[in-house]
Antibody, heavy 122, light 107 residues
Framework: QVQVVQSGAEVKKPGASVKVSCKAS????????MHWVRQAPGQGLEWMGR????????NYAQKFQGRVSMTRDTSINTAYMELSRLRSNDTAVYYC???????????????WGQGTLLTVSS | SYDLTQPPSLSVSPGQTASITCSGE??????ACWYQQKPGQSPVVVIF???KRPSGIPERFSGSNSGNTATLTISGTQAMDEADYYC??????????FGGGTKLTVL
């Protein structure tokens, strides 16, 4: 069965960076885009970007351009999201989610990780 | 920039029909999907490609999308349907958007 398992909670200071991992199993990793979505406490969902595990190609939301980097390691079926220059308002739960389709219009998120809580505090 | 707008909250009585809207310019020309999120849990897709239900999602969940509005309809709402609901669509360029979410209360 498809599973997406994320790394554990993180606490970082403002200005630092964080790297969250997302290990996929139960399907062909390179066959589906992996997306990253975050949710601040009590707030809604916010799409951050996606990575094509087959070739490493990425698309980032304009809001995070220059501060986010998505990578993958196909040898261990794992995707990563690194966010730099952290601020207190980056405190959120970060999710990875498998894209159902490689087409922008058809894509929805059919399998989600359990979420990784990032707390940014001095 | 492209936005998706949802009502912040909706209350229904058990057994009634809940209709949650998601508005965006020419949203009907795009595919919309809907997620249910219960407290402390990851979102779960309940409708994709406007009106398709994933396996395991009850038939009381249905969707439509036309003009500027996509609608998630829950017929015969049950207490277990109390949750936050988010619409999602492509913005027409290279980003995916979520609506702000609707908190559904069943009372």
């Amino acid at each position: 069965q498809v599973q997406v398992v994320q790394s554990g909670a993180e606490v970082k200071k403002p200005g630092a960076s964080v790297k969250v991992s997302c290990k996929a199993s139960g399907y062909t990793f390179i066959g589906y885009y992996m997306h990253w979505v975050r949710q601040a406490p009590g707030q809604g969902l916010e799409w951050m970007g996606r990575i094509n595990p087959k070739n490493g190609g990425t698309n980032y939301a304009q809001k995070f351009q220059g501060r986010v980097s998505m990578t993958r390691d196909t040898s261990i079926n794992t995707a990563y999201m690194e966010l730099s220059r952290l601020r207190s308002n980056d405190t959120a739960v970060y999710y990875c989610a498998r894209g159902s389709s490689n087409s922008w219009d058809l894509a929805y998120f059919d399998y989600w990780g359990q979420g990784t809580l990032l707390t940014v505090s001095s | 920039s492209y936005d998706l707008t949802q009502p912040p909250s909706l209350s229904v009585s058990p057994g009634q029909t809940a209709s949650i809207t998601c508005s965006g310019e020419t949203l009907g020309d795009k595919y919309a999907c809907w997620y249910q999120q219960k407290p402390g849990q990851s979102p779960v897709v309940v409708i994709f490609e406007d009106s398709k239900r994933p396996s395991g999602i009850p038939e009381r969940f249905s969707g439509s999308n036309s003009g500027n509005t996509a609608t998630l309809t829950i017929s015969g709402t049950q207490a277990m349907d109390e949750a936050d609901y988010y619409c999602q669509a492509w913005d027409g360029t290279t980003e995916i958007l979520f609506g702000g979410g609707t908190k559904l209360t069943v009372l």
